[in-house]
């Protein structure tokens, strides 16, 4: 006897974000940050994780 075993797929979105602030007066980098992560449970969340680790980096930097 043969079993049939349909093929399966999935798919695997990876995401790059990368952030950069500027001294506007000297024009200087003065923060930058990469954020690379698999998508899961929606853009919404990713964004949300990005902000909250960039914001708490920013803070501790005394840059916001």
Do not use: F
Not at 35 to 42: A, M, N, Q, R
């Amino acid at each position: 006897s043969v079993v049939y075993e349909p093929a399966t797929s999935t798919e695997i979105i990876v995401l790059t974000v990368e952030s950069v602030m500027y001294d506007l007066k000297s024009e200087q980098l003065i923060w930058s940050a990469q954020y690379g992560t698999v998508l899961e449970g929606g853009l919404d969340k990713m964004v949300q994780d990005y902000v909250k680790a960039a914001s708490k980096d920013l803070k501790g930097k005394g840059l916001l």
